[in-house]
């Protein structure tokens, strides 16, 4: 009896785990290796702290310059941009050259590596 007790709930327990992996998959994508220069100033994490740089979470779809709490540069405030694939790609891109007086130093050219940050972005909150 106690045997099969334990063998039913452990049955039980692996099969709730099986069921919830593909939910936890889909809202906490694996951040892609290009990510890895971003972390080191951004957070992606819903509720997540401002660093050196504002957290991203949801920043697809959203107004430069808003995430609350972080201060941003004058020239960012004043870009009115949207954080659309088409806009964080340029920016990605050329930070300064899209934004100049912007105070993001990290530029990515590799245009692979711009694609998967910002699929990744769309995957954290974005829209």
């Known amino acids: 009896m106690k045997l099969s007790l334990v063998l039913g709930i ?12 593909p939910l936890v998959a889909q809202t906490a994508p694996a951040s892609p290796p290009a990510f890895a220069a971003c972390r080191a100033c951004h957070t992606v994490d819903k509720g997540g702290r401002n660093g050196i740089g504002p957290n991203l979470h949801g920043v697809v779809g959203r107004a430069a310059a808003s995430t609350p709490g972080f201060a941003y540069s ?3 405030k004043a870009s009115k941009l949207t954080w659309d694939a088409a806009t964080l790609d340029s920016y ?18 590799d245009a692979g590596k711009r694609a998967a940050i910002i699929a990744y ?3 954290a909150g974005g829209r």
Do not use: Y
Not at 92 to 109: D, H
């Open 74 to 76: 004058p020239a960012l």
């Open 10 to 21: 452990g049955t039980t327990v692996a099969a709730l785990g099986a069921a919830l992996t």
């Open 92 to 109: 990605l891109a050329a930070p300064a050259k899209k934004v100049p007086g912007t105070r993001m130093p990290i530029s990515t050219p």
């Open 121 to 123: 972005l769309k995957g």
